[in-house]
C-alpha cells in the first residue's frame, strides 16, 4: 500500500481488538517518530500495551472508544507553530500505520494523561494522542464536501491542485469540521485555517497540508 492507497484507506477507529502489535511493526513506527523528531523539533512516543490512558469507554462526539492499549503521544511546546506540526508530522504516522495494515484515530480530549508513559522535556505540553492497533472495523468515510467551498485560485487551477485538495479533503480533521482553505497563485500555495469554536484548527492544518503534498506532488507546487 502506498500514501494514496492509504489516504483513501484510512479512516478514523476507535473500537480495537486484543491483539498486540507485532514487534517488527512498532519498531518501523519508532523509527520513524525518531526521523520526524528529529527534523521538526517535536518530542513524539509511542506508548505499547498501556491501556491505562483509554481505560474503559470515554464518550466522544463521534462515539467511544474500546480496547485502545497502543497509542502515540503527541508532545511539543504551546504555539500555533508546534500545532500545525503535531498535525503535519503525526498524519504521517498515522499514514504509515495505516501502510502497516494498522488504524488510527486521533484523540483530542476523551483519554487520561499517564504520565508514566512518557516523558516531557521543559516546555513541552501534551497537544493530544492517536489510538493505534488493529480495529474492530475499518472505519467509514463522511460524505465529502464540495472541493471548490475550500479553495480560491487565480488563473486556471492545474490537475495537481485538484488531487491535492482531494486528498487534504480526506484528511480527518476535529469533528470532522474541515476549517482550513487553500489558495493558488500560479505554483504558489498558501493554506489558512478558518476559525472554529472546537479549536484544533492549528493541528487540522498540518494534517491537511500533509495530505495535500502526498496528492499534488510536491515537485509540483511551493509552498508560500
Not at 8 to 21: A, G, I, N, Q
Not at 115 to 120: G, H, I, R, S
Not at 204 to 221: Q, R, T
Amino acid at each position: 500500500m502506498n500514501l494514496i492507497e492509504a489516504i483513501h484507506t484510512r479512516h478514523s477507529v476507535r473500537r480495537y481488538l486484543d491483539r498486540p502489535l507485532e514487534a517488527e511493526k512498532v519498531a518501523v513506527l519508532r523509527k520513524a517518530l525518531e526521523e520526524a523528531n528529529a527534523e521538526s523539533g517535536l518530542n513524539i512516543q509511542l506508548a505499547v500495551n498501556e491501556p491505562k490512558s483509554f481505560n474503559g469507554l470515554f464518550i466522544s462526539t463521534y462515539g467511544q472508544f474500546h480496547g485502545v492499549s497502543n497509542y502515540f503521544v503527541m508532545a511539543a511546546p504551546k504555539g500555533k507553530e508546534w500545532e500545525e506540526k503535531v498535525g503535519y508530522y503525526g498524519e504521517h504516522l498515522v499514514l504509515l500505520a495505516q501502510t502497516l495494515g494498522l488504524n488510527t484515530c486521533w484523540v483530542g480530549l476523551t483519554y487520561k494523561k499517564n504520565p508514566d508513559a512518557f516523558t516531557l522535556r521543559d516546555g513541552d505540553s501534551l497537544h493530544c494522542e492517536i489510538a493505534l492497533g488493529y480495529g474492530e472495523n475499518q472505519g467509514r468515510q463522511h460524505p465529502m464536501k464540495p472541493v471548490d467551498k475550500f479553495y480560491e485560485a487565480s488563473g486556471e487551477v492545474p490537475d495537481w491542485f485538484k488531487s491535492g485538495l482531494e486528498a487534504a479533503l480526506l484528511a480527518p480533521t476535529a469533528v470532522n469540521q474541515q476549517k482550513f482553505k487553500f489558495f493558488l497563485n500560479g505554483n504558489r500555495v498558501s493554506a489558512k485555517a478558518l476559525f472554529s469554536p472546537w479549536g484544533y484548527t492549528a493541528t487540522d492544518l498540518g494534517i491537511v497540508k500533509y495530505h495535500f503534498e502526498i496528492g499534488a506532488g510536491k515537485e509540483n507546487f511551493e509552498w508560500a
